[in-house]
């Protein structure tokens, strides 16, 4: 079975040689979330189309909603693997942060989406779908509701680099959601690789690194990749990715009580970061359930203080949906626990 959502209208004209008013139903549908016995297309047309083609991969399985407006969401794709995305409700916008894999294999230790391991991969039309249904869910439904896009939840998006491209590609197209690339975050554990490969496709969205260590002794402990590259060859992919792109790249550096949060941290910090353009987006250890504690938010405020103070930009991320498992994972993770129980 083929999912239509991967293909831009150009390869739909192409792949299901319809009249070209019957292929914009088709795309319009993909767009709102429709299935088949939702849209005008015939019943005897959508009933051949779906012998060989999914229109709605993706459907809502459960909503939590956070008493600060956060929703997230668990979504049942077509093959029944269940993945997470989360609406949040800000200022400057809705943002939209989704998932790229089915579950995770990178194992980091503060991350409950390695959990299980890695099931397999979503594909570009998966990723839109997820995007499309939650809109829809939190609006008009040929009306999107949303501004930014953070390619942050379960998963690794460079593990998954030619669907997350594509998806990209789909996601800014100017006949579908039109979402400004710049608008988009895309975070990555550091496959420095991907990081080069990604720097030549010229989409300038804002690269994001899960960093969250000074040292490479001390990353090891935390993230296995750290096994296959270190801080020094992430930093320099940045430096050329930065210089490059002229783009600025973001820190992602989550504090962990007596393990990364001193201030010999930020001075080591200081002095592998300078020069570059970037920001350190320092995040509170969401627990999981794990032996790891989080850093007091006094301590974390002293710590984003003290890294200013050495000339690096730097803010403490605001939390949402803690009362509701909002960090990566961790919802998908309890459900799948109670429903095996």
Not at 281 to 286: E, F, R, S
Not at 287 to 310: H, I, Q, R
């Amino acid at each position: 079975m083929k999912i239509l959502a991967d293909y831009s209208v150009t390869e739909l004209q192409e792949m299901l040689n319809l009249p070209k008013f019957r292929v914009k139903q088709v795309f319009d549908a993909i767009m709102q979330a429709k299935d088949y016995n939702q849209t005008t297309i015939p019943k005897k047309m959508y009933e051949e189309l779906q012998q060989e083609y999914i229109l709605k991969p993706v459907e809502i399985f459960e909503i939590y909603k956070s008493s600060d407006g956060t929703k997230k969401y668990l979504l049942k794709l077509w093959d029944n693997n269940i993945i997470e995305c989360v609406f949040l409700t800000q200022n400057y916008g809705n943002t939209i942060c989704m998932s790229t894999q089915v579950g995770c294999r990178m194992g980091c230790k503060f991350c409950a989406s390695t959990t299980g391991g890695l099931i397999r991969n979503l594909s570009a039309g998966e990723m839109l779908s997820c995007i499309a249904t939650v809109s829809a869910d939190n609006g008009k439904c040929n009306e999107r509701n949303f501004t930014n896009i953070v390619l942050m939840g379960s998963g690794e998006p460079f593990d998954n680099y030619d669907n997350v491209v594509k998806f990209l590609r789909l996601i800014t197209n100017e006949q579908g959601f039109n979402v400004s690339e710049r608008n988009i975050s895309l975070s990555t554990c550091g496959l420095v690789t991907k990081i080069y490969d990604f720097m030549k496709e010229e989409l300038n969205v804002t690269l994001c690194v899960s960093l969250h260590a000074s040292t490479d002794e001390v990353r090891k402990t935390i993230m296995p990749i750290a096994n296959a590259y270190t801080i020094k060859e992430i930093v320099d992919a940045l430096r050329v990715y930065s210089a490059t792109t002229k783009r600025r790249v973001v820190l992602e550096y989550c504090l962990i009580k007596d393990v990364n949060d001193s201030f010999e941290d930020c001075k080591r910090l200081s002095e592998l970061f300078k020069g570059i353009t970037c920001h350190f987006n320092v995040i509170c250890l969401n627990p999981n359930g794990g032996s790891l504690k989080a850093t007091t938010k006094k301590e974390a405020y002293a710590f984003v203080a003290k890294l200013e103070s050495l000339g690096l930009s730097a803010s403490l991320r605001r939390s949402q949906g803690s009362d509701i498992n909002g960090a990566c994972g961790q919802l998908r993770a309890k459900r799948l626990k109670e429903i095996e129980e």
